[in-house]
């Protein structure tokens, strides 16, 4: 089990990106006990969410396409796109050697474990599904 703190020490590192490459702001970090931990960023039209539930061990990243500037409903599927549905629409029509490029990118990064694994591969492909959000 990881602590909340270690948890979202970790986001903001390797979720960087969205600060410094996309313009979004840290606009909340959530830590529920030892049970779950959340991570949110926002820019004016988008919501990224990356909640861990640490008993169940279930990590879950989330765009939300604000209205009003306002969260939609969970359940709203065309405002509600979890990091999964993003690669199935985008990642089939991007070349190889932007993805390789994209990895390269994070090679910086030392991961420590099964949950900074699938942290770091969620970065990559939140990375890839923002560049080409277009397409979505």
């Known amino acids: 089990?990881?602590?909340?703190t270690k948890y979202i020490e970790i986001v903001k590192l390797f979720f960087s990106f969205l600060i410094t490459e996309f313009g979004f702001i840290l606009s909340k970090e959530?830590?529920?006990?030892?049970?779950?931990?959340d991570v949110e960023y926002r820019d004016t039209e988008r919501a990224v969410s990356i909640s861990y539930e640490n008993i169940e061990d279930y990590l879950q990243v989330i765009?939300?396409?604000?209205?009003?500037?306002?969260?939609?409903?969970?359940?709203?599927?065309?405002?509600?796109?979890?990091?999964?549905?993003?690669?199935?629409?985008?990642?089939?029509?991007?070349?190889?050697?932007?993805?390789e490029?994209?990895?390269?990118?994070?090679n910086k990064f030392d991961v420590n474990g099964?949950?900074?694994?699938?942290l770091l591969k969620s970065a990559k492909e939140?990375?890839?599904?923002l560049k080409h959000w277009n397409k979505v």
């Open 1 to 4: 089990m990881i602590d909340g």
């Open 30 to 37: 959530t830590e529920n006990g030892n049970a779950f931990y």
């Open 63 to 99: 765009v939300f396409e604000l209205k009003n500037g306002k969260l939609p409903d969970y359940d709203d599927k065309t405002h509600t796109l979890h990091l999964n549905d993003l690669n199935k629409r985008i990642l089939s029509g991007i070349e190889r050697n932007e993805i």
């Open 101 to 106: 490029r994209n990895n390269e990118d994070f």
């Open 114 to 118: 099964e949950l900074e694994r699938k």
């Open 126 to 129: 939140l990375r890839l599904a």
